[in-house]
């Protein structure tokens, strides 16, 4: 049978006399591979009519309009030119023997003047390893809210935002960094689940002004070469253990780094250029004899009850960065580890000090986001004509083709909740 897996654009616009490309992205199975692509639009008696597929294009749009097929890569692109005024509508690109199959619904809105449409993004992960998303945004003002969300049926569920909230299923595994000079940023998202497949988006929102939000489809591969890597160890109290960073050896790596989360931002806690954050030099340390070439192991020693939580072993290879979560348990009596291979406790020993660092004072701008706490959330619908940030009642309005973005407030929705549950 044909995988489920398809994903594509909801809102297309274009410009009268202009072009369009829409690119629909499926999961690169044999049954996906090899069965029939089409685009066809829905008429007024709820049909949908073929206007292209892998074997037919419709007399009517003979000579400008295109289908094309990369079945490696798992994407389909349709491309129209001459747009017209009628050519506004809903469409349906999709796969299979009939125009009933698998398939995903967009808008197409042709206007004059009309701002065309960002490409959508694909991003490939694996399962259990992390990507980076790049989230291009243009706008400097430091009153905009940047957000990640994954578009549903009829909504756009939040999954985080710059405001210290991320969503229950998402605890640990997402970060939206500091914006760059551009305005830009980056969603790091890890420990990625097969659950984790689908569009979302990323963008900015402000009184100051409306910005089209970034569309992603992420794609996890759900057979994977990364092992499955043990989350969780505990220390005693008082005592030390260490930790392996397990890393591709085959990468090159400008910086590694540790880093603790905590509530959607990730400080960083000490790096391989001798950083140590004031707090732990003398009982934090970076080691990289173990565990082989790339990765580094991680020690640290008087181990204190406030140590206790989330902390994220990284490193950076261009404008990607490398990924993976652990939690520390402290205990006042036992110390052990969930598996003895991957972290190892010593007890009444403490790590060598690490050099004395002459670097300043890092804080979680370094390469992590930051927080803001206090701030009410929610979804962000969407529909064929407008959806609803309800991130708070400040923001301003994204504008998308021919939808838009609209915040309003949900009562009782609070980002200083970890618990929340937010429509999908």
Known sequence: PVSSSLYGSRFLAGALGGSITHQCFYSTTPANKYERKYWCKIAANGLCYTIVSSSFTSSQYRGRVALGDVPQNGTFTVTMTGLRSNDSGTYRCGIGSTNQGLYVSLNLTVLAGATVSKPTQLIRGELHGSVTVLCPSGDTHSDQRRFWCKVGRSSCALVASSHGFVGRRYQARVVLTPPESSGAFKVLMNDLKEEDSGLYLCGTQGMRGQHSPQEVVLQVAAASTLPRRPKFLSGKLGGSLSFQCHLDPRGSYEKKYLCRWERGSCQV?????GFVLEPYRGRL?????????????????????????WYWCGARSGDTELTAP?????????????????????RGTAPSPAPHSTATHRSVADVMGTVTKDTTTGTVTEDTSTGTVTQDTTMGTVTQGSSSLLPTATPGTSATSPGETFQE
């Open 269 to 273: 806690l000490l790096d391989d250029e």
């Open 326 to 346: 652990l939690k520390l348990l402290i205990h006042k009596e036992t110390c052990s580890s969930r598996d003895p291979g991957t972290a190892t406790a010593v």
């Open 285 to 309: 340390r970076m080691s990289h004899g173990q565990p082989g070439p790339g990765g580094y192991t991680v020690l640290l020693g008087q181990l204190r009850q406030q140590d206790e939580g």
